[in-house]
């Protein structure tokens, strides 16, 4: 991830969505003293979840997650999701030429 699909069922809270944020040329970006978090909107454009902590695992390896909330995976449908990066006053989003495809699927009970 980034870029992708992401699914994951109806209420549930794992796996983590999991991100390994890379430069033009396949580098980690260096996340020392970043501030990561997420969005997400649903299919008619209307956010969902807004700046949403994420965890950096590795800062200098550019990796990291963001844990499910308690209501973050309550309705089924397809959203759209991306990682916000704010270094120093300065913001950069991933994937910056598309966006992270999360589905939601119907549990069976």
């Known amino acids: 991830m980034p870029g992708g699909t992401f699914y994951i069922k109806r209420g549930d809270r794992l796996p983590v969505l999991a991100f ?15 501030t990561v978090t997420l969005n997400m909107v649903n299919q008619a454009g209307s956010l969902v979840i807004s700046d949403a902590a994420c965890v950096v695992d590795s800062a200098l390896g550019g990796t990291g997650h963001y844990a499910w909330g308690g209501s973050d995976t309550t309705t089924v449908g397809t959203y759209y ?19 992270i495809t999360v589905v939601i699927t119907a549990d069976l009970g």
């Open 20 to 34: 390994t944020l890379t430069d033009g040329n396949g580098n980690p970006v260096n996340l020392t003293g970043a």
């Open 81 to 99: 999701a991306e990682i916000a990066v704010s270094n120093a006053g300065l913001e950069e989003t991933f994937p910056n030429d598309s966006n």
